[in-house]
């Protein structure tokens, strides 16, 4: 019988509740049941089985404890372009018992540089390009800087392997940096328990997967795509890297045609451009394409359910509570039939069945049906905390209840509706950006006295960055100055001068005004 053909399949999220929940015995018993199962691909060719995998983490693991000495909890950080890669690094962090720290490879190196600063990295993994950015700015507490690929990180698994390092469910498995309304960003500690809640969750309520089937990891690993590893690799599936490490509609056409029942997560923009894209697609070898990040026009959703058929399905969660507040289902996004499908599609859906989510005004009391407030949550999905922040912790967790900072209200039957997000952070293509991060470095040009950014509702990215400027500076210097501290996504698209900036009796700057101002201009 050919391994494939082992069904039904158990996933390994049985003893969440106990306290060994290292995430990498998930991959031990994996290899350990089934070693010749393909676990990684690049591209169309199987890299790795489930037992070359486990070894190669083993390994890591070895070195990592062996050879740099490292203690349990320490946290070791992962700045790379999406690579097969990832995966060994990930579970060989968590093999060790130490903690993951993966960071967007999109941004600056000085915005690199602090969170290993402020996260206490002791070694940092790289991709060729991004350690040179990083090396200018590295912290003093960072020991090492480990190029992918280089002959010293290739000498690191030729290490003796190591057991399983036991870990409670309460432990750091994954420092999340998410930014945060003061320009800096947070990192969100995400526990071991976290990350089985929110697999458990993804593979029940979203998106059932079988031995074999494939996750298409097009959006970064470092972010949304990534918290669906554990997930594939509980269940035996197979993690499917790019060739080009990034998004393009047509090799993901070429990798669907490749991977039977393949899904991806993405970000509405992605979805939109492979609606948009002219290349033929063997639809039927979807599984599902998830979307989250930011919401999706209805029309959007329309057009990709007529392109991909009943293959869609929509998440809403944050960092904090990672890809699990709510889900809108495949059944529900496909069922054009009810009188009110139009109303659900423009949903967030229903929370997940072991999350709470709650509707509340400003003293945290629940509103009524159909009343908006902000959206709080609460569960094992949860964050335990922000690292090294305690009061914003105590800000986000108050009540012991998930101030997510969204607004939303509930229909009738049960489906969250979002309103709006939190008052100042902009979403464009997937991605976070709060204003005060880009206005702070604005202010730094001698000419320019006062700013103000704010989002501009744009069809291809959902939102695009926007400042207003009181002052007098060329656009060309602008552009590089942010390009110089910020990472390139941040930098505002259009640049508008004013005399002055709408503020109210006590000089705070009005931005829903500011809002207004800017759509009645950009309206025709």
């Known amino acids: 019988m050919k391994v494939f053909d082992v069904w039904p399949w158990v996933p390994a999220f049985a003893g969440t509740s106990g306290k060994q929940m290292n995430q990498a015995l998930w991959l031990s018993r994996s290899a350990l049941s089934h070693p010749s199962m393909p676990a990684v691909a690049c591209g169309t060719r199987v890299v790795a089985s489930y037992g070359e ?79 040179s950015e990083i090396a200018a700015h590295a912290p003093a507490t960072l020991e090492r800087l480990i190029t992918i690929g280089s002959a010293d990180y290739d000498a690191l698994f030729t290490a003796d392997a190591v057991d399983v390092a036991p870990r409670a469910g309460s432990d750091l498995a994954w420092l999340f940096y998410t930014s945060g309304t003061t320009g800096r960003p947070k990192g969100a500690m995400l526990t071991h328990r976290n990350l089985a809640a929110a697999s458990e969750a993804y593979a029940t309520e979203v998106d059932p997967i079988a031995p074999g089937d494939a996750i298409v990891h097009a959006a970064p690993m470092s972010h949304g795509s990534g918290l669906y590893i554990m997930a594939h690799v509980a269940s035996l599936g197979v993690q499917v890297v790019p060739e080009s490490s990034g998004f393009e509609p047509e090799e993901v056409f070429a ?58 399905a929509q998440i809403y969660g944050q960092g904090e509570a990672p890809m699990t507040i709510t889900t809108l289902s495949k059944a529900d996004i496909a069922d054009r039939h009810h009188p009110r499908w139009r109303e659900r599609l423009a949903s967030a859906g229903k929370p997940y069945r072991h999350v709470e989510v709650m509707v509340a005004d400003s003293q945290d009391v ?10 709080l949550c609460r569960g094992d999905v949860v964050m335990a905390g922000y690292w090294q922040n305690e009061g914003a912790s105590a800000a986000a967790l108050r009540g012991g209840w998930l101030h997510t900072g969204d607004v939303g209200a509930y229909d009738a039957e049960g489906y969250l509706h979002l309103k709006d997000r939190s008052k100042d952070l902009i979403i464009s293509g997937g991605s976070n950006i709060y204003p005060r991060e880009v206005e702070e470095v604005l202010l730094t040009h001698p000419n320019v006295r006062e700013v103000s950014v704010i989002g501009r509702p744009d069809r291809e990215w959902g939102e695009a960055v926007v400042a207003y400027i009181v002052g007098q500076a060329p656009a060309a210097e602008l552009d590089a100055l942010c390009l110089a501290h910020i990472a390139r996504f941040k930098r505002p698209k259009d640049y508008v001068f004013v005399d002055a900036l709408p503020k109210n009796n006590y000089g705070k700057i009005l931005k829903t005004e500011l809002r207004a101002m800017d759509l009645k201009k950009t309206t025709p």
């Open 255 to 312: 990798l669907f045609d490749r991977w039977p029942r393949a899904s991806m997560f993405a970000a509405p923009t992605m979805i939109k451009r492979l609606v948009e894209c002219p290349a033929d697609c063997r639809t039927g070898n979807i599984r599902t394409l998830i979307w989250g990040g930011a919401p999706m026009y209805v029309e959007d959703a329309l057009q990709a359910l007529d392109r991909f058929g009943p293959r869609l």
């Open 53 to 131: 995998l486990a070894e190669r983490a083993a390994q890591l693991a070895g070195a990592l404890r062996e050879r740099f000495k490292l203690l349990p909890g320490d946290r070791v950080a992962i700045a790379a372009k999406n690579s097969p890669d990832t995966l060994a690094l990930l579970y060989g962090i968590w093999h060790a018992g130490l903690a993951a720290v993966p960071a967007n490879a999109k941004l600056h190196g000085a915005e690199l540089g602090y969170i290993l600063a402020h996260s206490g990295a002791r070694v940092c993994f790289a991709s060729r390009g991004i350690d």
């Open 366 to 375: 629940p509103v009524a049906t159909g009343e908006s407030g902000e959206i």
